[in-house]
């Protein structure tokens, strides 16, 4: 005979272990789920999406008598404005992505942020499969070139936006430099001045001892001249010389 018992004590055993598992694993999920949804998202609220659905869905007031429709070159500006932000978003994702990475890795930064982080990612994917969706029903395979004209968009936005920037430090450079010359301009002339007063300086103490050298020559010239005519007038001397050879002839 069959013991029931004994059977139904380990089938009960797994249902209860299996029921608990079940219990705790719906319990988490919607905890983690709660909790991300409480996290406060990565990006801004997407303007240009809330746009392009604003025109889409767009419905005049009864009160109108001719409602008149939105045309569709607005609302494919308005897709295409949005798959630009996309773009832009998509490239802070992957510029973020490692960074994070590495923080986590190293405990710098909490699973908060790390949750964040994902949920951005996949709210992303959402939205370019969107994206494509809506391309595709306005225009027949523009769902696979939109995201090429958006990129181009986005890299025009960003080279005006640097050459803005470059204008704007320019204009700086610009001011500081004129400030700069003209400091160094007065600097020079402070400095010519200067110089030009100490050479007036010693142009004006050299010319008297100038002058006195001048006056001063004058009569040691005369004295020279005297003591020659002196030297060359003197008979003693001459006679002095002339004498014995006058003597020598006498005794010959």
Avoid at 102 to 114: C, E, F, M, P, Q
């Amino acid at each position: 005979m069959v013991d029931w018992i004994s059977l139904a004590v380990p089938f009960a055993y797994l249902g209860i272990l299996i029921g608990s598992l079940a219990t705790f694993s719906s319990l988490y999920r919607a905890r983690k789920a709660s909790k991300s949804a409480s996290l406060a998202p990565w990006f801004p609220p997407h303007l240009q999406r809330n746009v392009y659905l604003s025109l889409l869905h767009y419905e005049p007031p009864p009160s109108t008598e001719k409602s008149i429709p939105i045309p569709d070159s607005v609302v494919k500006a308005a897709l295409l404005r949005r798959a630009t932000e996309d773009i832009h978003r998509i490239i802070s994702i992957r510029s973020a992505k490692q960074a994070i990475t590495t923080l986590l890795a190293r405990g710098s930064v909490g699973d908060d942020l790390w949750q964040r982080f994902l949920r951005a990612e996949k709210e992303m994917e959402e939205e370019l499969k969107d994206v494509v969706q809506e391309a595709n029903a306005l225009a027949p395979n523009w769902g696979a070139t939109i995201f090429q004209s958006a990129n181009e968009m986005a890299a025009n936005s960003m080279i005006r936006k640097k050459m803005d920037e470059v204008q704007v430090q320019a204009k700086a450079d610009r001011e500081w430099w004129d400030r700069k010359r003209k400091e160094t301009q007065e600097e020079f002339m402070r400095e010519l001045d200067e110089g030009s007063t100490v050479t007036k300086g010693d142009k004006t103490s050299t010319v008297p001892a100038a002058l006195g050298n001048l006056v001063s020559r004058p009569s040691t010239a005369g004295t020279s001249d005297e003591d020659s005519v002196l030297v060359e007038s003197g008979g003693p001397t001459t006679g002095g010389v002339k004498g014995p050879s006058k003597k020598k002839k006498a005794k010959k």
